[in-house]
């Protein structure tokens, strides 16, 4: 099979030069770490990111045992059936696991810029809890070069070697507080590099259509993301962001040109072209016609 060139920042910055050296790199850690063979649960979001992993993961023929897919009441379907379809493709078994209550109880009275990382720390705790039970030694994630756990997996190295060993950025025991080894295959590859890999290993994804906004990439979540960061988290809030996003995403999915999401409580609508050639004034009319949709709800 053909190589990848990964992009200049990729190269400068990761001192990763192409999909080959990143194979090598990760085989070599896996065997540094004495885990080649033991088993691999693949923490599956729907999204490319982590379809993307699992690919490269299989194409290693590392062992990835089992899949598994967080849920809640105010979660996505459509990124559920992606992930099942997903580890179907790739031939995983797939689990679901649903936290609903964990984070009603955990965002209660919290802000609501801190939602995501409430549920990011809740599903790490079970991956752990449901990795241990399966007999794994290793959790795989999707993250890539623009996530904050950048940052203390190169602490981590600095501590350990003295310098920031990037060919090591792959698998580390971070967060330390698990006590735990993550396996982060794309976790040094920019946003050119992930796409090239989703065309390499011909991934394709269904999208919600949400504003997933992140750094100017098209990112999606859910719903839960477009809380207002100073507003006072309550169940009846989760609720109307998932039943206003719902239809927001819906409308957006048919027309086909934008991706758009909601603020709750303050309303504010992000609308965002999925193509360059669409011009304001067709956004002007779509965020119209969203207006009107929402009147209704």
Excluded at 137 to 163: A, F, H, N, R, W
Excluded at 186 to 211: F, Q, S
Excluded at 228 to 233: F, G, I, S, T
Excluded at 262 to 277: A, G, H
Aim: glycine letters at 6%; a positive charge; proline letters at 3%.
């Amino acid at each position: 099979m053909e190589n990848i060139l990964f992009s200049e920042w990729t190269r400068n910055y990761r001192k990763l030069k192409d999909l080959k050296q990143l194979k090598e790199d990760i085989i070599r850690n896996f065997q540094e770490w004495g885990v080649l063979d033991e088993k691999i649960v693949c923490m599956l979001s729907g999204g490319k990111d982590s379809a993307t992993a699992l690919a490269l993961a299989k194409d290693l023929g590392l062992n990835v045992s089992l899949a598994i897919h967080f849920t809640h009441r105010w979660s996505w379907q459509l990124s559920r059936e992606e992930a099942k379809r997903i580890a179907e493709r790739f031939q995983v078994p797939i689990k679901f696991y649903d936290i609903t209550e964990d984070l009603k109880r955990r965002t209660k009275g919290a802000k609501g810029r801190s939602i995501c990382r409430i549920c990011k720390s809740i599903m790490k705790t079970k991956a752990v809890r449901i990795a241990r039970r399966e007999g794994a030694k290793v959790i795989m994630t999707g993250d890539t070069s623009v996530e904050k756990i950048s940052g203390p997996i190169m602490q981590y190295l600095k501590e350990k070697y003295g310098e920031v060993r990037f060919e090591k950025m792959e698998l580390t025991p971070v967060p330390k507080r698990y006590n735990f080894l993550f396996f982060r295959p794309l976790i040094r590859c920019g946003y050119e590099d992930i796409l090239k890999l989703v065309e390499y290993y011909k991934i394709e994804v269904r999208r919600v259509h949400e504003a997933g906004d992140r750094w100017g990439f098209w990112r999606e979540g859910c719903p839960l993301q477009y809380c207002d960061n100073d507003a006072l988290v309550t169940e009846d809030l989760l609720d109307k962001l998932y039943i206003y996003n719902e239809k927001i995403t819906e409308v957006a999915r048919r027309d086909g040109r934008f991706r758009a999401s909601i603020r709750l409580p303050s309303r504010e609508i992000i609308v965002i072209p999925v193509r360059d050639d669409v011009g304001e004034k067709e956004k002007e009319e779509f965020i119209k016609k969203l207006g009107e949709v929402l009147e209704k709800l």
